[in-house]
């Protein structure tokens, strides 16, 4: 059943992103049992959450997310967790929600789409939206890097390039009529695939204290903390991990708004993110917090993440950044074990991160 | 233990290419036991198969490669399973080799080092030698794609251009001497961690009939091949699949060198292979086979491949244009089960591919 985030209104379990009031949706579901006794562990992918994630398997795409690895890293005597979401067959994170997307509009047999993303989600869309035979609209603003442009005439999407910033760019897109409107903002589908990503995490390295996650509409601030809410409900883990969701300076929504722009996170820069009040609920409850970074400090925390061997594209530093920011203020205690996803594939732009990155250019 | 493929002489497991008569080395090992009593099924990345893997866990370098998924697909009444090796964090199956190469070096105290390479394996060992502390020379052909090349520079590498072909960028590489060789032609650690493609697919998809592999120096065939064939004495497959051999028209090592010059393969532009005759010895036993693709064959695949979502560059389209050409001769028997790797990323040269295949420009 689908219910309305602010009236409470429910709904049954069909493609639809707002409530009648206008209000985000969620999905809820009522497990019972084990954790490993809803784990399809033949499957060594995604396939192996689905009866947690929902669905009919007849629905789901082809094309199948990965489980990430997880890279841990001893840094200032903390247990560093990084997990590698970049390498997701549409080079970010937001495949895991589009995977569930997909899978419930093709059950509703919907077959055109409309999106507006600053990039990531668009490419996830359009990629899954091609190999599954969609028709796939992409609003996006006109100061989209170059690289993330090409991917989506790569993919075939029909790309609307809006000469505003990300906020008009959903308008524009909402207000279009050629097709569904699916926007990972609101679509309560989304969330629910992000939720593997807290399982697999917790598969694969257990029990930690803080998670440090990049915050712009919050679907993966809000997918994986419903997803360590349901582990901590199964009784797998003994508290749901402190969330520190990561602004970027001059968009943010949970913290006075900065004065300069933080231009290498364009993934996070929505400073009017329709789930504000779950994202703030969700950080409350947790026991974190919310952090700003600059732009030098993500340029700093970018290269080294490079030197690292990670190939990510700027917006995931920004973890990172304040990573580093929280060590430098002791905010952490010795020993602390902190997950900290890497979210997307820095060779989408790879021109634009050599120029960067190579030539000193202040973008 | 080493021995060599060509006089039989052994040596102990350190870090090295060749035997003294020159030919190329192989690790011998024997396992008795069942298959699953080697598996660390607590790992859900490479982890898992490292006891087959050999080496000590302490030297195994930070960065893990995940396990890839498998994407299945019935066309022509076939099944073909492409798994998606693109999706390693180089971009690259190479990640398997270096891997396990990176845990020799490092346990032989071994700290610069040089390779020759098309890009996919330069940029392998490039990222994990950055990530490891290690000094990397890099040799690769001037005509190397402008993607690669740039990606080499972010990583780190002391990149050294040839002007000439393959060929003639190895003959430098081996003859600069500014640190350890590590050729992965001949490094039979590499092939080891290749073998690992081999029991992960199998543990995905369980057996299969025919496995298509591009083949240039041979890596990915004789290392899935030893995998294979230990699956087999383990009497976990009933037999090893039929190894279909694809190679690049006017490259080819197995048979009559084209007129015409295949240039969207450059992964596997390598006419005369070290490691030839095990190539060919392993292609017989399997009950195999060697086929061409021409470069107009490897476009049509390629354009196919990104059509359902791939997005993979122009090398990895080889073995499906194979898949197609044999598809039109009716060579495969109704209900054949396939393996399709899909072996390298298309982001690191997305200029060229945008040109090439939505430009219509004929390189």
Redesign the interface.
């Known amino acids: 059943m689908l219910r309305c985030t602010s009236c409470g209104n429910t709904y049954p379990e069909k493609f639809m992103l707002r409530c009648k009031c206008g209000a985000p949706l969620n999905l809820i579901r009522h497990y019972s049992g084990k954790f490993k006794d809803f784990l399809r562990t033949q499957?060594?992918?995604i396939r192996r959450y689905l009866p947690l994630l929902g669905g009919d398997l007849q629905f789901y795409p082809?094309?199948?997310?990965?489980?990430?690895?997880?890279?841990?890293?001893k840094i200032h005597n903390i247990i560093t967790l990084f997990k590698?979401e970049y390498?997701?067959?549409?080079?970010s994170f937001k495949d895991r929600g589009t995977y569930i997307t997909i899978a419930k509009l093709k059950e509703d047999k919907i077959k055109e789409v409309v999106l507006d993303s600053s990039g990531n989600a668009a490419i996830s869309l359009a990629?899954?939206g091609?190999?599954e035979g969609m028709k796939v609209h992409i609003f996006i603003p006109k100061h989209t890097s170059k690289?993330k442009k090409?991917?989506l005439?790569?993919?075939?999407a029909i790309v609307h390039e809006v000469d505003g910033d990300r906020m008009e760019t959903h308008i524009k897109a909402e207000e279009f009529k050629g097709g569904v409107y699916v926007s990972h903002w609101y679509n309560p589908y989304f969330l629910e695939g992000i939720k593997s990503f807290a399982y697999?995490f917790f598969?694969?390295a257990g029990e930690i204290d803080y998670a440090i996650i990049p915050t712009g509409s919050g679907t993966m601030l809000l997918g994986a903390y419903k997803g360590f809410e349901e582990l901590y409900k199964f009784g797998e883990i003994k508290t749901t991990p402190r969330l520190i969701a990561v602004q970027a300076e001059g968009y943010e929504s949970l913290l006075p708004m900065g004065k300069r722009k933080n231009r290498l996170a364009e993934g996070i820069a929505i400073p009017y993110p329709p789930r504000k009040e779950e994202i703030i609920e969700a950080i409350e409850k947790s026991g974190g917090m919310a952090i700003s970074v600059s732009e030098e400090e993500t340029m700093n925390a970018w290269k080294k993440l490079?030197?690292?061997?990670?190939?990510v594209e700027s917006t995931s530093a920004t973890v990172f950044a304040a990573f580093e920011k929280l060590i430098s203020k002791d905010y952490f205690e010795k020993g602390s074990r902190i997950l900290i996803p890497l979210t997307g594939?820095g060779?989408?732009n790879?021109?634009e991160?050599?120029e960067i990155?190579?030539g000193g250019k202040t973008i």
């Open positions: 499957f060594l992918d082809q094309i199948v997310p990965p489980l990430t690895p997880v890279v841990e890293k590698l390498l997701m067959p549409s080079g990629l899954y091609l190999s690289g090409r991917i005439k790569i993919l075939k697999e598969e694969e490079i030197s690292m061997g990670f190939l594939s060779l989408k790879l021109g991160m050599m990155i190579m």
